[in-house]
């Protein structure tokens, strides 16, 4: 039997342990204070999860319901592995912000608005006030049980010792006021607070796994032992999967427990704002899971020894970890678990408290006073000391108001049902928040009114029953609905019946809740401000490095108001250092008077934001900066600007591509042009050697006649040179005028529809006198009859006298025409029986003297250019000049296309 | 009585040269080509040539080098429509005596032809 006197004698000595522990932690160079950055510290930081719900709770749940009361643990395993994508987000968002709450983030969130900031506040009190109370309640019954173990208690009994269970709440009170409020940044780390609950985490696994192993291997023979009496006992329902009915529930549980590990205040000051390192999430990942399961091993052996130790006897399942012990006589092991329940709930109790505190401080309170200007202006140098007595009467006073909401409204609920209550509540911020870092669009008017309706479904469907079973409200309420709409029944909203009540509750609220959040967002217009912190929340990762210049923000500040501002809150040698940081990362010389830059006023805010919360730090800056509202337009311009560097890296990419391309081309070009003036030279060299050749002859023969004695016969014989080699002159002149004009597209030619027949007769007849000199025997083989065509006649007639005249030239024997009409062309042969053209050389046989390419030897007959004028005269008609050559047969052929009408006459017209 | 040999691929320039050298008392060879003019060399031994460069076949750079090879007394006089200074001192290198270009002088190729067979 334990008197009354050792176990408030342990309770006390346990708490001053905690402050030992923390205080030591906080002195300066305690190694503690380096343990408190180490990944395990943080992963069973998170174990504040854990509260007297584990501890004593689960094994009731366990004895009621079976398994169910691991559904609340699953999902917390199941969403571990997301945290990585989700957790970090926040991290990021919320170090880069100077963010201090969840209420704190959202408000930031959704435009820095107050209002929000303090909806969310009020609601995280209303939700989180009977948890804690619930936990003072679990230490007072704990309290209990250990004194009069004659006669284990039913909930709502206490007797006159109950007043310990006071002076123990004063105690945490105080515990969390001195290590929870020592620094005025809310953001500051709390490294004996995270020591302490982190020990706590020990303790109370430590201890439930005593008791546990006791249970499991002094009183009964094992695990397997436990399920088989209970299997006799009649309690196998209890560790075997119910129906349908319960998968639903465990699905709806698992979601809560999912939200409810991230979101609850206590959750998200440990795991948010007392986080150290992103990295830390890897461990937790993984151990944080690992402590669920480790705790959660002995629940159910635990709940079914008590149901068959305690059969027929009023022993609420609740306390069956103390009871046990008790029974048997093992009053250590008994106060262990004592111990173990007392940390499970004061680290809840601790961690709730201070990240309430801190919402309503900041979100609260401060915006109410700074928004008063007349106040804020006069008390402006009071203002942190009211910041930091505001935080810390309300510590005191959500103590308070929970044990005397436990005391006074007492329902008799469980502590199961209590917490999940609070779950539910906490379930209604996820839209808000997990829209708000993954969607742009989400807008405050969206999540303020989904808010407000989940909440408000939250009160009909959880609260108000709980009102109406203690008589505060009608209890026909509950039974014909609201009004007498029986769709209006608190437990079966819209006659929905067969869920769980609090399945049945988050249902609807996080319905009504998602739907008014995503549907107004989608047709809200946000303000400039949102937006702003929107992209900015949604790309954190962009922009965190350079979150100063990413504000947009416009208006006018005095540096040292600012500064005084900074000064005032921070005092001079934060403000100071931090000022210098500032400067360090600034990267531009630095004014230390005159107009502040927006940067500095955003960094200003920001440090601010960490003490008095985002939107009070707005509201005390925009007091003492001319603020000018920033528009629509400019912010999307600055958002474009910014985003637009990445696609102006690309597009300069691209561009240097495109240059480095045109370059190419361009020296190609350039290749080609020199190419090009390479071959102009050559031909003029050319021309020019072409002509000194006649024009020697014409003065040789000139000087001889001026000269010499010449009698007639030769005079005249000179002179005829003279005219044939000037007439040679001319019509080198007129053939390189003539190519230059193809050349250059300025040839016009002199269409005329012409008898093709008549065409080839008449050129060849011209030249039989010169196949008849060279003893040419010359054959014309004209395939049809009369074939009119629409052609420059001289020119064809140019084209087919060059080709006789090269066929003369090289022909043996002999040389052949053969006109015919085929494929829808009319062609001309002209063949010859000479040696042929090399190989080589027929790549260049069309291009103007060719036979420039071997310089020394001179082109055998003729001026070089007759096949290149050809060739032109052929592409001008749309026709083709083509050669086939081997040894004793070399055939030159021009094709004319006989469907001229489907033709545009090339380039020219008559 | 000197032998020149007249070595180019159009008649009418081949046509005024062996007026002018026969008027003047030289017996006058002719080659339309430089394969003809080699082999007229090797049978004449001309002691001068007046030398066209581009032609079919064998070109006169080839022909001057064939000459100042195998016969030192025989001179060579280039006449090219080739007028460049490059043309000039690749005439030269080759051991000509002397580069006209086309078109020429006649009392200037008479004068020069005889200066050299002086």
Redesign the interface.
């Known amino acids: 039997m334990l008197s009354r006197e050792v176990i408030i004698s342990v309770t006390f000595g346990y708490l001053i342990l905690l402050f030992a522990i923390a205080w030591y932690t906080e002195r300066k160079g305690s190694p503690l204070k380096k343990w408190a950055n180490h990944p395990w510290v943080y992963a069973l930081s998170l174990a504040v999860y854990c509260t007297a719900w584990t501890f004593y709770g689960s094994v009731g749940r366990a004895a009621e319901n079976g398994l169910d009361f691991l559904a609340i643990y699953v999902g917390p395993c199941l969403v571990a592995p997301l945290w990585w994508l989700v957790m970090r987000k926040i991290i990021r968002i919320s170090k880069a912000m100077n963010i201090s709450s969840i209420a704190d983030f959202i408000s930031s969130r959704y435009g820095k608005s107050a209002n929000l900031g303090a909806l969310v506040t009020i609601f995280c009190l209303f939700g989180i006030l009977p948890y804690i109370s619930i936990q003072i309640k679990g230490i007072s019954n704990s309290l209990d049980i250990m004194q009069l173990t004659e006669t284990p208690l039913a909930a709502g009994s206490f007797s006159v010792f109950s007043d310990s269970g006071f002076y123990l709440a004063l105690g945490l009170a105080l515990f969390t006021i001195f290590f929870g409020t020592r620094a005025i940044e809310a953001t500051a780390r709390h490294e004996g607070l995270v020591i302490a609950v982190v020990f706590e985490s020990i303790v109370k696994l430590f201890a439930f796994l005593a008791i546990g192993i006791f249970v499991s291997f002094f009183l009964f023979d094992g695990l397997t032992d436990i399920f088989a009496q209970a299997k006799v006992a009649d309690l196998s329902h209890l560790f075997v999967l119910s129906g349908e009915n319960g998968v639903s529930d465990w699905f709806w549980m698992g979601l809560l427990s999912m939200m409810a590990v991230m979101f609850l205040p206590r959750q998200f000051q440990m795991g948010i704002i007392e986080n150290t390192s992103e990295k830390h999430l890897d461990t937790a990942m993984w151990l944080f899971p690992l402590y669920l399961v480790l705790i959660n091993v002995f629940v159910l052996p635990i709940a079914l020894s008590g149901l068959m130790i305690f059969q027929n006897q009023p022993v609420l399942a609740d306390t069956f970890v103390l009871a046990i012990p008790l029974k048997f006589g093992q009053e250590g092991l008994a106060v262990l678990g004592y111990l173990g329940g007392f940390a499970a709930a004061t680290s809840m109790i601790i961690v709730s408290t201070i990240s309430l505190s801190t919402m309503v401080s900041n979100n609260l309170l401060m915006p109410i006073l700074v928004a008063n200007g007349n106040f804020s202006k006069r008390f402006q140098s009071n203002l942190p000391g009211i910041l930091i007595w505001g935080r810390r009467l309300t510590i005191l006073a959500i103590i308070l108001l929970s044990y005397f909401y436990f005391r006074i409204l007492d329902t008799g609920s469980s502590l199961v049902s209590t917490g999940l209550i609070s779950f539910v509540a906490i379930a209604q911020l996820s839209p808000s928040i997990i829209g708000g870092i993954f969607w742009k669009k989400a807008s405050k008017s969206g999540a303020t009114v989904g808010l407000i309706l989940g909440m408000g479904i939250w009160g009909f469907t959880l609260i108000l029953p709980t009102f109406a079973s203690i008589g505060l409200v009608p209890k026909e309420i509950l039974t014909d609905g609201l009004f007498g709409y029986s769709w209006l029944r608190p437990n079966s909203l819209f006659g929905m019946e067969g869920m769980s009540i609090v399945s049945h509750a988050l249902f609807f609220s996080l319905f009504a809740n998602i739907l008014c959040f995503v549907a107004i967002s989608f047709f809200a217009k946000q303000s400039s401000k949102e937006l702003n912190q929107a992209v900015l929340f949604v790309d954190i990762f962009k922009y965190d490095q350079k979150l100063d210049t990413n504000i947009f923000w416009k208006g006018q500040a005095q540096f040292s108001a600012l500064q005084s501002l900074l000064n005032t809150f921070l005092g001079e040698e934060k403000s100071t250092k931090s000022l210098s940081d500032f400067k360090l990362n600034y990267g531009k010389p630095f004014q230390n008077e005159g107009m502040a830059d927006p940067e500095f006023v955003s960094f200003a805010q920001r440090i601010l934001s960490g003490v008095i919360g985002v939107a009070s730090a707005r509201i005390l800056v925009a007091s003492v900066v001319k603020e000018e509202e920033i528009s629509m337009d400019e912010v999307l311009n600055i958002l474009k600007e910014t985003q637009g560097i990445k696609s102006l890296n690309l597009e300069l990419k691209s561009k240097t591509k495109a240059l480095k391309k045109a370059s190419e081309k361009l020296s190609e070009v350039n290749k080609a042009l020199k190419l090009n003036d390479m071959l102009k030279d050559e031909f003029i060299s050319t021309v020019t050697h072409e002509m000194k050749t006649p024009i020697t002859s014409i003065r040789a023969f000139s000087e001889i006649l001026q000269d010499e004695n010449l009698n007639e016969d030769e005079k005249r014989r000179f002179l005829q040179i003279i005219i044939d080699e000037t007439g040679r002159m001319t019509r080198l002149i007129d053939q390189v005028l003539d190519l230059e004009r193809f050349d250059s597209g300025r040839q016009t030619l002199n269409w005329e529809k012409t008898d093709l027949k008549n065409l080839i007769l008449e050129s060849a007849e011209s030249m039989e006198k010169v196949f008849l000199e060279k003893s040419l025997d010359f054959q014309i083989d004209c395939r049809f009859e009369k074939l009119y065509l629409l052609v420059d006649q001289d020119r064809i007639k140019q084209v087919l006298l060059n080709l006789l005249s090269n066929a003369s030239k090289f022909a043996k024997s002999s040389v052949q025409l053969i006109a015919v009409e085929e494929d829808q062309m009319l062609s001309i042969a002209v063949a010859d029986d000479g040696v042929g053209i090399p190989e080589e050389d027929l790549p260049y046989l069309f291009e103007k003297f060719f036979q420039a390419k071997n310089q020394t030897q001179k082109k055998p007959i003729g001026t070089g250019l007759g096949l290149a004028i050809s060739k032109k005269i052929m592409e001008y008609h749309s026709g083709t000049i083509d050669v086939s050559t081997e040894p004793g047969k070399t055939v030159f052929q021009i094709c004319i296309p006989l469907q001229q009408e489907a033709l545009t006459p090339h380039p020219l017209r008559s | 009585m000197n032998k020149i040999l007249l070595v180019d691929?159009?008649p009418?320039?081949l046509?005024?040269?062996d007026?002018?050298f026969k008027?003047e008392g030289y017996q006058v060879l002719i080659a339309r080509d430089g394969e003809e003019a080699m082999a007229l060399i090797r049978d004449e031994i001309p002691d001068l040539i007046i030398l066209d460069?581009?032609?079919?076949?064998v070109?006169?750079?080839e022909v001057c080098a064939f000459v100042k090879e195998n016969y030192l007394k025989t001179k060579v006089v280039f006449l090219s429509?080739?007028?460049k200074e490059k043309d000039l001192q690749k005439g030269l290198a080759l051991g000509a005596d002397k580069y006209l270009t086309?078109?020429?002088?006649?009392?200037e190729i008479v004068a020069e032809v005889k200066k050299l067979l002086n």
């Open positions: 691929d159009e009418n320039i046509l005024s040269l007026f002018l008027k460069i581009m032609m079919p076949k070109d006169g750079y429509a080739k007028s086309k078109p020429f002088s006649t009392k």
